[in-house]
């Protein structure tokens, strides 16, 4: 376990060339990579959330922790995969319409992916017609939303009541976050929750997957 | 009755002024369906009509306007693209020259805009043609910004944790051309430029972008350079940091050494105004503090005239220019920003 703790280690510290080697020498070694992912990757995660909720960490050592942990999962990916394992979740996740600044949804990405989730990573100034073709056609099950601005949070309450349009709001849980976005602003929409940061949405998506 | 600069000078040297200062920070479009709505013909007649105390910018004129690699690019070698979010459009950044950067010596080698490009004739007419009752403000800069856009955003703040050197390296580039610039803009100013525009974002919504000691490594050392050199000439350094960026102030304060906190988001964490007051009202004069998140682009006239009253209560027996945290949005009802300048108007007299 000593050498597992690396890659908990090399995650936390932000050591993406650690977190590698470490995770090709568990797998060479025979570790099964589902428990990599549940008793390091995870954990590591949960501790960056823990420590960035606590203003012990901040972005530049969330995205270097992120990092560290896509170092990882790259190579454990294909294996899960290939062994049917299935996801904690299947989020969608994108800036919406007219609103490029995508660092806090990237960060929410990472996290959610750090948790487990499967990521479909939109991008920014994504449409709701997107968003409603990754529920349709990838299986999404969550439904993440992310704007900066004043003027384009109007985008998510355009998003939400497109996927009510396109029959598809049975399917999904709908989270929304951002600078400007509040808990009120998620009510007055109809989204299903409201995160204020990439930790907590961690925690958000597991909850509305469990509902 | 004084003069806008007046005030605004009343309020810097320590002094009452006649009524508490305010200031205007809105969009393009804004400010063109102001000026469409009151039939302004400029600026200067919209502050007349809404009592606004505003700055007037002086910025020197580049005699080359583009990188010498990229036409399309700004000095910095930026290219920006519209993006139209339907009530208004952003220039927004389309290329990062930086991100494939791996070493020192690359930064070295990148071309960095050369200060001596400017029309300095040019500018010592456009100083000597600004108007007398208005406080100028010559020079602005915000370093980290402009290294997140020709890094990348995510590249860059990484390399405040992984590549010092590059970091460092770049920001000195940035530095030392603003430094040149500004020393002789101000020397040419001969004492007119009122307050210059030194930046950055330390704060995000919820608590500081970036650590501590980061931003006392890489950062505050050559702010207080930047100040220092305006102090030398008599002009008084308006900083701004977005977000909730309370853990920096005492640092602002005593290594920085700025004289003008804006925007006063005070709806952040760490931010909220009666303990600024309390922590720092003997040391600076507060900037903004009409939150623009919220009660500026959706609050009702009711909202928008408490706040300003809240304001005006809060931050009494301290110094406050108000003002909208950050620029009014298209979103903002032009009936709430008359509100704003209204009520501190009729209520502002010190």
Known sequence: MEDLKKLYDAILTGNFKIARETTQQALAAGIDPQALVQQQMIPAMDEVGRRYEANEYFVPELLISARAMKASLELIRPLLAAKGAEPAGRVAIGTVKGDLHDIGKNLVAAMLEGAGFEVIDLGVDVSPEKFITAVNERHATLVAMSALLTTTMNSMKTTVEAIKAAGVRQKVKIMIGGAPVTQKYADEIGADGYSNNANAAVALARKLVAA | ?350
């Open chain 2, 1 to 350: 009755m004084m003069t806008s600069r007046e005030r605004w000078l009343a309020m810097l040297s320590g002094e009452r002024p006649d009524r508490i200062p305010t200031d205007y920070w809105a969009t393009d479009e804004v400010t063109a369906r102001l000026l469409q709505e009151f039939r302004c013909a400029d600026k200067e007649a919209l502050y007349t009509r809404l009592n606004i105390d505003g700055v007037y910018d002086v910025k020197p004129v580049r005699t080359c306007d583009h990188h010498p690699d990229d036409p399309q690019a700004d000095i910095w070698g930026l290219r920006r693209k519209a993006i139209n979010y339907g009530a208004g459009s952003y220039d927004e950044f389309d290329n990062h020259p930086l991100e494939q950067i791996e070493s020192v010596e690359q930064i070295h080698a990148y071309r960095w805009p050369r200060p001596e490009d400017h029309d300095f004739g040019r500018f010592t007419h456009d100083m000597a043609a600004a108007p007398r009752h208005r406080v100028v403000r010559v020079g602005d800069y915000e370093p980290f910004l402009l290294y997140c856009a020709l890094r990348g955003m995510e590249l860059a703040m990484m390399d405040l944790k992984i590549e010092p050197e590059i970091v460092d390296a770049a920001l000195e580039h940035i530095f030392q051309y603003h430094y040149s610039l500004n020393a002789r803009l101000f020397e040419m100013a001969h004492g007119r430029a009122d307050i210059t525009y030194v930046a950055e974002d330390l704060g995000g919504q919820t608590s500081l972008l970036f650590g501590l000691p980061e931003i006392r490594k890489y950062l505050l050392p050559r702010q207080k350079k930047m100040a220092d050199l305006a102090r030398s000439f008599g002009v008084h350094v308006f900083y701004h940091t977005d977000g909730a960026a309370r853990e920096i102030i005492p640092d602002l304060l005593s290594v920085t050494g700025i004289e003008i906190l804006n925007p006063i988001q005070w709806r952040c964490p760490g931010m909220e105004r009666e303990g600024l007051v309390r922590d720092f009202g003997g040391r600076v004069i507060f900037h903004g503090a009409v939150d623009n998140q919220f009660t500026l682009p959706f609050g009702t006239v009711q909202d928008v005239r408490n706040e300003v009253l809240d304001n005006i209560r809060i931050f009494s027996g301290s110094r406050w220019i108000c003002a909208p945290c950050h620029n009014l949005q298209p979103v903002t009802p032009t009936a709430n920003i008359v509100t704003l300048y209204e009520t501190i108007h009729e209520n502002g007299i010190l």
